[in-house]
């Protein structure tokens, strides 16, 4: 009987399996765009957007990446966006429906009189998969889009229920409750260049108040590649070493930080921190005494947190930097600005000021170390060359670097400066100045920069060659991917978010070799944890796929030394570290694709089998059994969207 029981509970598994895996999932950005369907892990990629389009085509508006401020939410398998294009608001609903289906409803309301040509529905089709696609309406013989105008345009005339792209590797198919008329324009965003099909939702003017829903299928299809992948390592060239992971700690929220930041120090294996300095709390009026008014038992309620912050890290043997956001009103010009003012963020400092912003900065250090027994590695403003929220120019930079850090060698300090901790890594000139000053060199700790944007290689290669020029190591000072993902948190527990953050630390390990990337944050703000009423779930505290990506990448051993390694697979990133003289290695790889066959080359013959663990939407650093290595190559099968690391054993 309990052998008998096991047969058919198997064989309902398998079923269930066989079933899941029919199905597949449409990736919806927090904005409400679709960047493609998967199927068997792999994204048939084309990208969506909600189009207000003006009179005459003059000017288009459409949802995008910070150009609106949307909610998101997930109910099962639909997943829903709520925002506004000017005096639009709109929802959006994608539900998965089937094995490369997604189900679309869209409802619009104008909060006002609206005067355009009309709402569309866009798709971008790119252009180096769909060049030479057929379009379909209904049963009708297809048109290739790059025929004639005049032959397209008169094809196009014909209103139709269904729409089908169709290239020999990609189909992409659209059906509508009634018939339509659909645009098609070409179009570039981002140096990409698209086919962009307009779908129109509404024509004409609109009225306050009015309501309009439409409903329409997606269907996506196309080759899955199963190609297997050769990964050639090269353990003869070695680079800067990787510490692990670190983690911002800027308290924000009483009530839930907390156990966010005792389940991560308690559960990952933590190397650098970062703290805020409140200086506007800390020192508000320029005729006082900071460290009197402190040691009268009128240290500010966040002050003494923060610093308490700082403490647990340092007596936890874990460096420290701390960073200033908010400035006292005495300290910069004009009004304080805590928001763009005409697109501008930020205060500069007073340059009349320098020496009383020092010595404030300086007796922050100073009381730190004297009550909390906390000594300061690194400083900086930050975000200063975007205002967030002090501005600085590259000059302004290099001057505070350079005086700030010799003001603070007299003091007796070994606090230094921190290079850039830059907003975004593509505003990397901003640190050029310094670079070229030798003047700033000897207060230089590190070259840092946040990882919000600017992503492509050529840009992160940039610091990379700061860090290398000076000879200096490099930190990630704020990693992740969207800044402003804070006002929906619910994209933290998509796949989507959870891969698209592991693909860019790996990437970033292995162009940049940072000797840590610091989490943004290991508090409730971008928690990697869900429930304890972090971001209003009431549910227990958990771990989410993010934290165990985390947790594998705080996993390499410590000290590795970056390594080459090259994947013969453009959707497969991988970074590389190792020790030659004590044989230990690891190779970190994000899968954006299928599951396939890899082997790995390059791997030392005294290296006999690697340990793996994998983390994806269901496996939570899931340890497989060891892959044996053969004449330094090991072979293995690679999960579909997944983070996988390999060791040395």
């Known amino acids: ?65 910070e150009r609106q401020r949307p909610k998101f939410s997930r109910n099962g398998d639909a997943q829903m966006v709520s925002s506004n294009i000017d005096s639009l608001s709109f929802t959006e609903t994608v539900t998965d429906a089937g094995r490369g289906v997604a189900n679309v409803n869209v409802q619009l309301t104008p909060k006002s009189n609206m005067s355009v040509e009309g709402i569309y529905y866009t798709f ?90 439409k409903t329409f299928s997606v269907t996506a299809s196309g080759s899955v590649d199963k190609k297997p992948i050769i990964l050639t390592l090269n353990t003869a060239i070695s680079g800067r070493p990787f510490k692990g992971l670190g983690g911002n700690f800027r308290l924000q929220n009483p009530r839930v930080d907390p156990q966010v930041i005792d389940y991560c120090l308690k559960n990952l294996r933590v190397v650098w921190g970062r703290v805020e300095m409140p200086w506007r709390q800390w020192h508000p009026v320029l005729d006082s005494s900071p460290i009197i008014q402190a040691k009268a038992g009128k240290l500010n309620a966040h002050v003494k947190e923060s610093m308490e912050m700082a403490q647990r890290l340092y007596k936890m043997g874990i460096p420290v930097i701390l960073t200033a956001w908010f400035p006292p009103a005495w300290a910069v010009t004009g009004p304080l600005s805590f928001r763009p ?22 007796d922050y250090i100073q009381y730190l170390k004297d009550e909390y027994g906390v000594e300061i590695t690194d400083f900086s403003f930050n975000e200063s060359d975007l205002g ?190 190792g020790d030659n003289d004590k044989g230990v290695y690891s190779i970190q790889l994000v899968n954006n694709a299928s599951s396939r066959h890899v082997t790995v080359t390059g791997l030392p013959k005294k290296v006999k089998s690697l340990r793996m663990f994998v983390t994806t939407k269901k496996l939570s650093m899931q340890e497989g059994k060891l892959v044996p290595v053969v004449n330094g190559k090991a072979t293995f099968i690679l999960e579909a969207t997944s983070y996988t690391s390999l060791e040395s054993k």
Request: glycine share 6%; charged share 20%; with cysteine.
């Open 124 to 213: 971008m089709l790119p252009v180096d998969d769909y060049a030479d696609a057929g379009v379909q309406l209904d049963n009708s013989k297809a048109v290739k889009l790059n025929a004639s105008e005049s032959a397209l345009n008169n094809y196009l005339q014909t209103a139709a229920k269904s729409i089908q792209f169709i290239t020999p590797k990609h189909q992409l198919k659209v059906m509508f409750e009634d018939p339509v008329n659909i645009i098609i324009k070409s179009g570039t965003d981002k140096n990409k260049k698209f086919i962009q099909v307009f779908v129109p939702l509404q024509k004409g003017d609109l009225e306050k108040g009015q309501t309009i829903a």
């Open 1 to 65: 009987m309990t052998k008998y029981f096991f047969k058919i509970s198997l064989a309902f598994g398998l079923l269930l399996i066989s079933f899941q895996s029919l199905f597949s999932q449409a990736e919806v950005e927090p904005w409400g765009n679709i960047t493609g369907i998967r199927i068997d892990g792999q994204l048939m990629e084309f990208e969506s957007n909600i189009s207000v389009v003006q009179k005459d085509w003059v000017k288009v508006t459409a949802t995008g990446k």
């Open 388 to 577: 967030i929220n002090i501005r600085q120019t590259g000059d302004e930079h290099a001057k505070l670097i350079r005086e700030l850090g010799a003001y603070l060698a007299t003091r007796g300090f070994k606090t230094k400066m921190l290079l850039g901790d830059n907003s975004d890594a593509n505003t990397y000139t901003f640190v050029d100045p310094a670079i070229a000053d030798p003047a700033t060199h000897p207060y230089i700790g590190y070259v840092s920069f946040h990882s919000w944007r600017g992503w492509d290689s050529t840009t992160l290669q940039k610091w990379d060659d700061a860090a290398t020029k000076l000879n200096i190591p490099l930190l990630v000072g704020e990693g992740s991917t969207d800044a402003a993902a804070w006002a929906y948190p619910a994209i933290f527990q998509e796949q989507t978010y959870a891969l698209k953050e592991i693909n860019l630390y790996t990437r970033i390990l292995a162009i940049c070799k940072p000797e840590s990337i610091l989490q943004w944050q290991l508090t409730s703000d971008y928690s990697p944890l869900a429930g304890g009423g972090v971001a209003g779930d009431t549910g227990a505290l958990r771990p989410t796929q993010r934290f165990w990506n985390l947790k594998q990448l705080a996993s390499i051993p410590e000290g590795l030394k970056a390594m080459p390694i090259r994947s013969s697979a453009a959707n497969v990133s991988c970074a590389a570290l």
């Open 341 to 362: 003012a005409n697109g501008i963020w930020g205060n500069p400092l007073d340059q009349t000021k320098t020496n009383e912003i020092y010595k404030s900065i300086a």
